[in-house]
T-cell receptor, first 111, second 114 residues
Framework: QQPVQSPQAVILREGEDAVINCSSS?????VHWYRQKHGEAPVFLMI?????EQKGHEKISASFNEKKQQSSLYLTASQLSYSGTYFC????????????FGTGTRLLVSP | DGGITQSPKYLFRKEGQNVTLSCEQN?????MYWYRQDPGQGLRLIYY???????QKGDIAEGYSVSREKKESFPLTVTSAQKNPTAFYLC?????????????FGSGTRLTVV
């Protein structure tokens, strides 16, 4: 049930772009994206809902392919502050809508 | 400012002891959650609660217990039955699952068995 994230780690230079993918084996109601700095709490970035609605961060975009049960997070013109571990969380269609998180993608942006 | 407060930030437990981690929120959120995070891994759901006086087991509930007597509070007890409790514990809340909004997380409690 745990979604699979790829890649596991990314190293970028400031200004470069990155894509992080999240894939589920189950039909999804929504996908959340969070960023966690070392030793801190995860911070909500974006939610993508079945049907196309999105809510979230101004400078980060994402897509949700319902048929493929996949989501991608697009980090463009990366900044040093983008460094951290990115988690996707998925809500499945049945039952109470609780998040199941992927194992994370570690992103390091260097000067 | 509204938010979630977890305490203590660091906790040391002797083997065989029960310990309770506190989680308080002033966001007026209905749903609350406990997650466990191990080094280099994602977050795994321990327990969750949709409303007061109701809670459900998550994926790794064995060795843990919770209560939800007040809307603001969702304490987690790590019992002696939990064989490997050393981890980072995160409490989260959401306004209502039907509202489709993100979770707010507390700053976590790092539990170490000594």
């Amino acid at each position: 049930q745990q979604p699979v994230q790829s890649p596991q780690a990314v190293i970028l230079r400031e200004g470069e772009d990155a894509v992080i993918n999240c894939s589920s084996s189950k039909a999804l109601y929504s996908v959340h994206w969070y960023r966690q700095k070392h030793g801190e709490a995860p911070v909500f970035l974006m939610i993508l809902l079945k049907g196309g609605e999105q809510k979230g961060h101004e400078k980060i975009s994402a897509s949700f392919n319902e048929k493929k049960q996949q989501s991608s997070l697009y980090l463009t013109a990366s900044q040093l502050s983008y460094s951290g571990t990115y988690f996707c969380g998925t809500e499945v269609l049945e039952g109470f809508q609780k998040l199941v998180f992927g194992t994370g993608t570690r992103l390091l942006v260097s000067p | 400012d509204g938010g979630i407060t977890q305490s203590p930030k660091y906790l040391f437990r002797k083997e065989g002891q029960n310990v309770t981690l506190s989680c308080e929120q002033n966001l007026n959120h209905d749903a609350m959650y406990w997650y466990r995070q191990d080094p280099g891994q994602g977050l795994r759901l321990i327990y969750y609660s949709q409303i007061v006086n109701d809670f459900q087991k998550g994926d790794i509930a064995e060795g843990y217990s919770v209560s939800r007597e007040k809307k603001e509070s969702f304490p987690l007890t790590v019992t002696s039955a939990q064989k490997n409790p050393t981890a980072f514990y995160l409490c989260a809340s959401s306004i209502d699952p039907s509202v489709n909004d993100g979770y707010t997380f507390g700053s976590g409690t790092r539990l170490t068995v000594v």
